[in-house]
């Protein structure tokens, strides 16, 4: 077995006994806490034997479909997830591959029938079946369950639908490994799995810092080989509008940070079919009232900040709430969203509205005056958030807020979700959940703020259970998941992905897989595989388990 201690935040300090102990050359212990052909996230339900088969060579090797309904999304995944299972990633050369298949071939890393004789019996391909293709998009409602059997000569994915088959796919890519022969295997195994969590996502900001085109395309392929299926874009904020609107094209051209660092429609479109094509939603934010200094660039949408003598200092606070045409322009504004953003949710923000600015302004202090409010801020705020959502309630978008939203009083329609970023989070998903509103986890998962790598933070994120508050079963069934973040202020194209990655894995199995798998330390070698997993497809993935080695040349 193999023994970890984990001592304080030193942690580094790593002790492997017994078989899975292995030397460098110069005898050093190295950990060797790395599975082999182990799934990330772990399936639901798995059975696998010690029977292997090795894949045939890819000039017979198959992928297919097997059912008649005719599924556009996955001609594109069956090559990729063909490139995966033979050269361990998706995207590569034609000549590239033929170099790379030769090399193979001569090393004996499939079955050859002259070679190996009919006494191996090799895995022929993988067909799938998939009973109904006619979600254009992936939804909340989407099934992603799928079966998998893998047996000669063809395994076989079943799926409801396709975003279920990409899932299985998935799964079937990371069972082959390389035996002691150095051929590609696959062990005989039977798996069903479907997700515990249906909303597992991940906020990635674009407005602290600008992420190109190349950079979101990445992190998408990392949400899919852990299975996430909601990239939360959290598009602008103070800092910069990067968002090309068709309406308020001006917006960006003032309020970005330059103009190459803007997302045309046609970038938006990109992201949100290569996330289709993974099955991932896109889910935009655009967070008002607060948050919105880049928007000032909207003749009166901003409240002007008075001094002390009613004169206005220059500066701009929240989204002005006390006028009509701010209502005027947000409709407009927001249709188009609704329009150009496929899904049936839109994330509204709503956090951190700082009301110092509202408290300067003369015309506000009429208003509150005019309202009966008296100095009770929440209540304005309140005001904005009823006429604000009733314009997103009349596109019938569905609308996510940040907790601030409800914690201040605002009564908003229940079908409204609410996402819970503050501690204390327990006590917090308590209270939402007892008003009866849906509920979608962060707190414990700001991997912009999670800890000393030196500590191996990634444990404390698996360890999250995100239904162990107080609450009946009526309140934990509203929590339908949750979303790690990376804020923005400190990473950009240089190391947003391996500040989010593989701990972002962590959250991935936390919310797919069953409530019982959280033995950190099978995880641990199950993560430290699956992170070599993601370095070999393309992606900049740090060690977050300690020492080791990834098997494949040039990963490290
Ligand atoms: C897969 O098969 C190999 C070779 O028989 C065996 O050592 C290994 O334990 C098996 N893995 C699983 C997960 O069953
Ligand atoms: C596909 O799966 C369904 C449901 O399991 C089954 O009824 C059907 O016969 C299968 N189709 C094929 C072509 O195997
Ligand atoms: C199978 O092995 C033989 C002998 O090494 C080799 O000549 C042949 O090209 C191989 N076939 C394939 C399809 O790799
Ligand atoms: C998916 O699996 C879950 C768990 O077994 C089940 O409750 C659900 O009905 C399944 N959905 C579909 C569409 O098969
Ligand atoms: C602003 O809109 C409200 C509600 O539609 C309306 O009652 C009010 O008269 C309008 N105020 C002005 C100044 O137009
Ligand atoms: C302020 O208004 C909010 C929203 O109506 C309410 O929940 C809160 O209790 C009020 N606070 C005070 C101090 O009256
Ligand atoms: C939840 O509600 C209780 C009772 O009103 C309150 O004491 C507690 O502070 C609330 N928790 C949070 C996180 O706001």
Redesign the pocket.
Known sequence: MLALSVIGILSAVISVHGNGQIQSEFGRPVQQLQSTGAPWPQPQTMTSATVTFPLADPSTFRIYQKSQTLCPVLDQAFARYFNIIFFGTPEMSEEEKLMKLRDMRQHGRFWNASLHGKNLVALMGLSVNISDCSEMFPSLESSENYTLDVSEPFASLTAHSQWGALRGLETFSQLVYESSLAMLVVNKTSITDFPRFAHRGFLVDTSRHFLPMDILLQFLDAMAYNKLNVFHWHIVDDQSFPYQSKEFPYMSQKGAYSPHYVYSQSDVQRVISYARDRGIRVVPEFDTPGHTQSWGSVKGLLTPCEDKSGKPTGDYGPINPILNSTYAFLKPFFQEIFKVFPDSFIHVGGDEVSFDCWKSNKDIQNFMAKMGY?Q?Y??LE?YYEKRFLGIVEDLLAKPIVWQEVVD???QVNLETVVHVWKQPWQSELHNVTKKGYKALLSTPWYLNLAGNPYGQPWRQIYDIEPLKFTGTAAQKALVFGGEACMWGEYVDATNVIQRSWPRGCAVAERLWSAENVRDVNEAASRLAEQRCRMVRRGLKAEPVTGPGFCEFPGSN
């Open positions: 008296g009770n929440s209540k309140a201040n009083g605002v």
